[in-house]
């Protein structure tokens, strides 16, 4: 699921950066209420996804302690990109959390430069799992370094909260797909005739 709309003049609207798939990769492995299953669940479960996943390095023993350093790095992320769209109940204390695990995520593995004649990248010098994770935040560094950091984002109809990056021409989008916009739009409305009619709103 991805925004239909609009390129903007920074991104090709047919294309997804490489940086980007890495990262929208990794955060969109959790479960929600609408059938997609926690793929993170334990070292097995997380060592089957990284099997299909070559730019982590394919085929990586992985422990259930392993899977539990990876569903905290991902929800992290995850709320940053709920802030990137404007989510209210992800400001604040929840971001400053997530912003202070990320921190120390980026000292546990540093990444190397490498420099070629054809250009310059970030990469993760470790192994196994660890190269899993350092993988994940050259991603996300050198993205951002595009000023498009921002763009990407998580939907905001809970609980979806879908990664996907956003094409529109002024940035404002705000769900991965149409139908999870119509949702929010179609609880707003019953919420108001609730208000309206004077019935107790429900949670």
Not at 101 to 123: D, F, I, M, N, Q
Not at 141 to 153: L, P, V
Request: with cysteine.
């Amino acid at each position: 699921m991805s925004s239909a709309a609009a390129g903007s003049p920074e991104l090709n609207p047919r294309t997804v950066p490489p940086t980007v798939e890495t990262v929208l990769a990794f955060v969109n492995t959790r479960a929600d209420g609408s059938g997609r299953r926690e793929l993170f669940e334990d070292g097995d479960s997380f060592a089957a996804w990284l099997a299909g996943r070559e730019e982590f390095g394919g085929d990586t023993v992985a422990t259930d302690a392993d899977a539990a350093v990876a569903r905290e790095l991902r929800d992290a992320l995850v709320t940053v990109l709920l802030a990137h769209s404007g989510d209210e109940d992800s400001l604040g204390e929840p971001l400053l959390r997530a912003e202070r695990h990320l921190r120390r995520v980026g000292s546990l593995y540093p990444l190397t430069t490498v420099v070629t004649a054809g250009g310059v990248e970030l990469a993760s010098p470790q192994t196994g799992v660890p190269r899993v994770f350092g993988t994940v935040l050259a991603a996300v560094t050198t993205f951002a370094q595009s000023s498009d950091w921002g763009r990407i984002k998580a939907c905001r109809n809970p609980p979806c909260h879908f990664g996907f990056l956003d094409r529109t021409r002024n940035g404002g989008g705000l769900y991965c797909s149409t139908g999870c916009g119509s949702q929010v739009s179609m609880r707003k409305h019953r919420q108001r005739q609730r208000q309206g009619s004077g019935a107790p709103s429900k949670a």
